[in-house]
């Protein structure tokens, strides 16, 4: 069981990339996937994250607007589209997940960083000024 992410880099401030987070071993549809970062001295914190089913969402304020979780219905990997990148947003980013009971649990829940319990190694974000 594991969670594989990719997709990171150096890019400018205004830039995109997309993050992917493929997921393994276990049967997803009862679980989400969440997006996490931790910048250097600063505690890891929520970004994103999206059931399996990709019905329910939930954002970070700061990146309401600029970046869209997704699921790909093609292969098991939630993907992270993130657009007009700030240098502040530079850290590694590390997708997550945990089991979560659609229709039972709100959108918020997603955001509570102590319930996930299955993670996945880190891909550095770099966003020059």
């Known amino acids: 069981v594991q969670l594989q992410a ?34 250097p001295g600063k505690e890891r914190e929520f970004v994103a994250a999206i059931s399996w089913s990709g019905d329910t969402t939930y954002y970070a304020d700061f990146v309401k607007g600029r970046f869209t979780i997704s699921r790909d219905n093609a292969k098991p990997t939630v993907n992270l589209q993130m657009n007009s990148l700030k240098p502040e947003d530079t850290a590694v980013y590390y997708c997550a997940s945990r089991k979560f009971e659609e229709g039972f649990e709100t959108a918020q829940g997603l955001g509570v960083i102590a319930e996930y319990d299955l993670w996945g190694q880190g891909t550095q974000v770099t966003v020059s000024s």
Request: glycine share 20%; proline share 0%.
């Open 6 to 39: 990719s997709g990171g880099g150096l890019v400018q401030a205004g830039g995109s990339l997309r993050l992917s987070c493929l997921a393994s071993g276990r049967t997803f549809s009862s679980y989400c996937v969440g997006w996490f970062r931790q910048a």
